[in-house]
């Protein structure tokens, strides 16, 4: 659910897939938007005394003592200088080669149905589950674009205990300090999502079927709910199409 950092130590949320990163309708990334940028979401992690515990300057000491490196700065960015602000640069273009398309969905939405032999890309099951997600299941409301993410910030109930009334993590909150942001996270994407379990900032839902079941109830109400939250009517058959529509959207592109 979430990952472990130095000595051991675990932070309180899952760490997000950034395929297809480059493709986002805003540049801000961690679950609650705190970084403008991929570089400077780079930095973070770095000084985070969870995660790496280090800083900048040690770690530009460490690898401009590195003589393969300044091989590479120096074709990289015209002369051999190490920066903490070139080392986040060439890590944020490296991700943003991480781009994955020409999924079965792809190439259905690419097809010639009059084409002679022509077999559908999807099934029948697959096929209801976009009908459904463009449509009555809503998932379209904020999973939108290519990548299938408004990029923007949405409170669905999760971590919210409704004994106590208390959110575990107050999110987008912390950043703003608007009240309407509390426990509010970012949309992920959808791309390559059957292969990124578990799921939710904290991971606390094991299971895609499970993610289906937390809209189909319409979230966990706490005061911060998103608006566009609401019970959804859907058949068993119906998750299990939805379900289906997603690990179809499992591409190529981004592997090594």
Sequence with gaps: PVSTGIRGQKGGRKAPSFVNAAYAFYPATFWDGRAASLEEQAKGPIENPIEMGTTHEAVVEAVAAIPNYRVFFQRAFGDDEVTIDRIAHAIADYERTRVSGNSRYDQWLDADEDEPGYVSPLSEQEILGEELFFGKALCATCHVGSAFTDSLFHNLGIGYDEATGELADVGRFEVTGKEVDKGAFKTPGLRETSLHAPYMHDGSLATLRDVVE???????????????????????????????????????????
């Design 214 to 256: 937390h809209y189909r109830k319409g979230g966990t109400p706490n005061p911060w709910l998103s608006p566009k939250m609401q019970p959804l009517d859907l058949t068993e058959a119906e998750v299990d199409a939805l379900v289906a529509f997603m690990e179809a959207l499992e591409g190529e592109g981004y592997q090594d």
